[in-house]
């Protein structure tokens, strides 16, 4: 069975920086996809809708920003560890929320997702608390 877990939410204060990771396991094989797999970060603020933060393709190659998180977030991935990462720099309090890591099986190295829609798997999630 697919699990996504993450880790790495804690409260810090504005400005600080934290990595988060996400450990996917069971990731289903099939012929044309092998266990390719691109993968993403999404968000849940309080009282708000889940938003796109990070998206990143099979090969690591290609990424794909929110344009509120471009240029402080970075999204990578260690395919020989089944784990993605979110590298998070200069948070602001408005990055408070869940923060969930997602996977679909891909054909294509390179190809990136934003869409909520696109993806199959899910994590439970890890908060993020952003202090001014």
């Known amino acids: 069975q697919v699990q996504l877990v993450e880790s790495g939410g804690r409260l810090v204060q504005a400005g600080d920086s934290l990595r988060l990771s996400c450990a996917a396991s069971g990731l289903p094989f099939t012929v044309l996809t092998e266990r390719r797999h691109a993968m993403g970060w999404f968000r849940r603020a309080p009282g708000k809708e889940r938003e796109f933060v990070a998206a990143?393709?099979?090969?690591?190659?290609?990424?794909a920003y929110a344009d509120s998180v471009k240029g402080r977030f970075t999204a990578s991935r260690d395919n020989a560890k089944n784990t993605m990462y979110l590298q998070m720099n200069s948070l602001k309090p408005e990055d408070t929320a869940v923060y969930y890591c997602?996977?679909?099986?891909?054909?294509?190295?390179?190809?990136?997702?934003?869409?909520?829609?696109?993806?199959?798997?899910w994590g439970q999630g890890t908060q993020v608390t952003v202090s001014s």
């Open positions: 997602a996977a679909r099986p891909e054909y294509s190295m390179d190809v990136v997702y934003l869409g909520e829609h696109d993806y199959e798997f």
């Open positions: 990143i393709s099979w090969s690591g190659a290609n990424t």
